[in-house]
Each structure stands twice: as structure tokens, then as C-alpha cells.
């Protein structure tokens, strides 16, 4: 009765505690611990953590349950995920130039291309599947029009994908009547592939 008596205590005794974290910065665990990023709070008091980005360190100071739960958090969200390198094949017929660009990003990180010759703008953000399938999520800004649209690929897949077109609208005025006239303009087309690249971890540079 006495030992059960002991490890209800020792259960709810405020200890403390550091977990050493390798790949995500420590402040960004802790928001989600306290429930940013549309997560629910993990802990019923989440002011029990705090985050030193400088040491890479999440403190913990709470009863035994609840080192346990962020200690297992941590190591669910603390991977070293995978970067992508991206190709993308930019075509324009309409401006007779076309040309190849390849740029590496990691899940989540945002990547934009504006071009100025045929005034097109683009947000690409990729997320990684489970599957190691990649969904796109892609906001495309051009020729007064603005859209979004998202597709998924698979590793070495090429996806060509028509950004499509925008109406130009002209007024011309004839004494007391306006006409106006309908003009589609091309916008240029972009070619999409992926693949993994082996994940690296972070080395701290010597100065």
C-alpha cells in the first residue's frame, strides 16, 4: 500500500528535465507542444516546456507524465526529413524562349519564380507523403489573373502543366458606343519532376 502510495507521488512531483533535440529547431517543438500549427495542445498546462534554441535543448518541468509525453513527442517530430530536388522545364511559345531551372527544397519550404518576360508569378509548395508520393501546392499569378491548383507526382514522374490562359479586355469607344473585345493570352508552361535526395544532417561550422 505504501509503494503504490509512493509512485502516486512520485507521479505528480514537478521534476525537471532536458531533451536534446537534432534536427528541429526547439522553439518550433514547443509551439506545437502548446498547440500551434492547428495541432491541439499536447499538455493541459503547456507552459510546463520551454524551448533554448541556442543550446538545442527542450526543457521540461512537470510531474513524470508529462516528461514522458514531450520526451516521446520529440522524438516523433525531431526527423531529419528528406530534401527534394526539383526540376521544372519553363516553356513560352507566345515569347519564343523556353529553358530549365533545378533548385532542392524540403517538405513544407516554399518556392516562388517570377518572370519577368512574361510576367508570370508562381508559389510552389511541396509536401512528402507517407507514400513518398509528393502532393504540389501551387498559386500561380499572371496577365491580371490570379489561381491555384494542386497535383501530386510520383518519384521520376513528369508532370507537364499548362498555366493556362488570361482574357486581355480592350475598350474602344465609337462616338457613344463601347465594344469590347476578347483576347486570350498564352501563359508559359512548366514541366515538373522530383526526386529524393539522402538526407544530410546539420554540421555546425567552425569559425
Not at 502548446?34 to 503547456?46: F, M, N, S, V, Y
Not at 524562349?97 to 533548385?103: N, V
Not at 518576360?117 to 509536401?127: I, Q
Not at 512528402?128 to 507526382?153: P, Q, Y
Request: with cysteine; aromatic share 8%; charged share 25%.
Amino acid at each position: 500500500m505504501l509503494s503504490l502510495a509512493c509512485a502516486a507521488v512520485f507521479a505528480h512531483a514537478s521534476i525537471q528535465f532536458e531533451i536534446p533535440v537534432r534536427f528541429l529547431r526547439p522553439s518550433r517543438i514547443v509551439a506545437m507542444i502548446q498547440g500551434a500549427e492547428g495541432r491541439p495542445a499536447l499538455l493541459p498546462d503547456p507552459s510546463v516546456v520551454q524551448a533554448d534554441d541556442a543550446n538545442w535543448i527542450v526543457r521540461v518541468k512537470g510531474s513524470a507524465d508529462e516528461v514522458t509525453q514531450v520526451r516521446y513527442f520529440v522524438k516523433l517530430v525531431d526527423v531529419l526529413k528528406p530534401t527534394m530536388q526539383l526540376k521544372i522545364h519553363v516553356d513560352s511559345p507566345a515569347d519564343r524562349f523556353g529553358y530549365d531551372l533545378t533548385t532542392s527544397l524540403r517538405s513544407g519550404q516554399k518556392w516562388r519564380m517570377s518572370e519577368d518576360a512574361t510576367g508570370t508569378n508562381v508559389v510552389l509548395s511541396p509536401r512528402l507523403n507517407d507514400d513518398n508520393t509528393c502532393t504540389f501546392f501551387c498559386e500561380v499569378e499572371g496577365a491580371g489573373s490570379k489561381w491555384s491548383t494542386t497535383f501530386r507526382l510520383k518519384e521520376g514522374q513528369v508532370l507537364p502543366f499548362v498555366l493556362g490562359s488570361a482574357i486581355k479586355r480592350e475598350v474602344r469607344t465609337d462616338g457613344t458606343k463601347i465594344t469590347e473585345k476578347l483576347e486570350s493570352v498564352p501563359l508559359p508552361s512548366l514541366t515538373f519532376s522530383y526526386r529524393l535526395e539522402k538526407a544530410k544532417p546539420y554540421v555546425r561550422s567552425k569559425v
